[in-house]
C-alpha cells in the first residue's frame, strides 16, 4: 500500500503561481505512472498531467503550456507546477499512483487532495 500525501495547495489570485507536492511512503522509481488529477465542484475528476517511469510526460489541453509535472526520486515526491493559473483551475488536485507490477498484478493509489482555489 502506496500513501500519498498533497500539500501546496491555497487561494491565490488569476496569473499566480502554485508547485504542488505529492510525498509518497515508499520509493517511486518503480511505479509506471505517476499522475494529478482535479476534481471541480460538480464536474467529473479529470486527468491534469501524468508523468511515466520513463520520464515521457502528458498534459491535459487545458493545462499545455502552464503546468509542469516532475518527479524526484531522491524525495520520493511528484511535484506540479502551475503558472499562469486561471479561475477554471479551481479544483481538488489529487496525486495518483497507479500501474502494473512484474506479477500483473494491477495497483492504483490515491491521494486526499488539496484544494486550489484561483480568485479573478
Known amino acids: 500500500q502506496v500513501q500519498l500525501v498533497e500539500s501546496g495547495g491555497g487561494l491565490v489570485q488569476a496569473g499566480g503561481s502554485l508547485r504542488l507536492s505529492c510525498a509518497a511512503s515508499e520509493r517511486i522509481f518503480w511505479i509506471n505512472i505517476l499522475g494529478w488529477y482535479r476534481q471541480a465542484p460538480g464536474k467529473q475528476r479529470e486527468l491534469v498531467a501524468t508523468?511515466?517511469?520513463?520520464?515521457?510526460?502528458n498534459y491535459s489541453d487545458s493545462v499545455q503550456g502552464r503546468f509542469t509535472i516532475s518527479r524526484d526520486f531522491t524525495k520520493d515526491t511528484v511535484y506540479l507546477q502551475m503558472n499562469s493559473l486561471k479561475p477554471e483551475d479551481t479544483a481538488v488536485y489529487y496525486c495518483?499512483?497507479?500501474?502494473?507490477?512484474?506479477?500483473?498484478?494491477?495497483?492504483?493509489?490515491w491521494g486526499q487532495g488539496t484544494q486550489v482555489t484561483v480568485s479573478s
Open positions: 495518483r499512483a497507479y500501474g502494473s507490477r512484474v506479477s500483473g498484478t494491477r495497483y492504483d493509489y
Open positions: 508523468v511515466t517511469n520513463t520520464g515521457g510526460t
